[in-house]
């Protein structure tokens, strides 16, 4: 036989207010290229789930880890990564959802980043994402990447992205 009591427990709510200190708003303009490699060796993007109801790609889920460059040239400077998370989705497979880190790892910003979470058309030359947050020096920030595919092929990716991050 178990004999289970009630039990009261109380506590008590805390709060403190603190005075708002008001910070100016600054505005950040970046332009960079996302290198991304598809196949090889050294993919910097796989698929890691599918859906089993059709062989569309609707429903395929991919890791990606994209390396940030100054340039669209393979020899240009690597200026940090984008990791994060790619789900196609959509009747017409060329729509994907995005949520992606993109952190810096040189010059200014390095140890910060910006990520984004966004509809990617990305049949579409030319497309807009979403900046929904950041961290160290993007603390707070929202804004939008206007990207433009710059190279395209069945194992490379090349995608130049105009960034603007309203952040504090």
């Given amino acids: 036989m178990v004999c289970l009591s009630k039990v009261t427990v109380q506590s008590q709510y805390y709060s403190q207010s603190l005075p708002y200190d008001t910070k100016a708003v600054k505005v950040t303009h970046l332009h960079f290229f996302l290198h991304e490699t598809l196949g090889g060796k050294n993919p910097t993007a796989v698929e890691v789930a599918q859906a089993n109801i059709s062989s569309l ?12 460059k100054i340039g669209p040239e393979d020899k240009t400077e690597v200026i940090g990564n984008a990791q994060g998370l790619a789900l196609m989705v959509g009747g017409n497979t060329t ?9 810096f790892t040189t010059g200014k910003f390095n140890g910060s980043s910006i990520s984004l979470f966004s509809r990617n058309p990305i049949t579409e030359t030319e497309r807009e994402v979403a900046v929904v947050g950041g961290r160290g020096k ?31």
């Fill in 57 to 68: 790609p609707f429903g395929t889920l991919y890791a990606i880890d994209d390396i940030l």
């Fill in 95 to 103: 729509t994907g959802v995005m949520y992606v880190d993109f952190g």
């Fill in 138 to 168: 993007f603390r707070m920030a929202k804004g939008f990447a206007l990207l433009k595919t710059y190279f395209l092929n069945a194992t490379t990716v090349i995608v130049d992205f105009n960034v603007t991050v309203i952040h504090y």
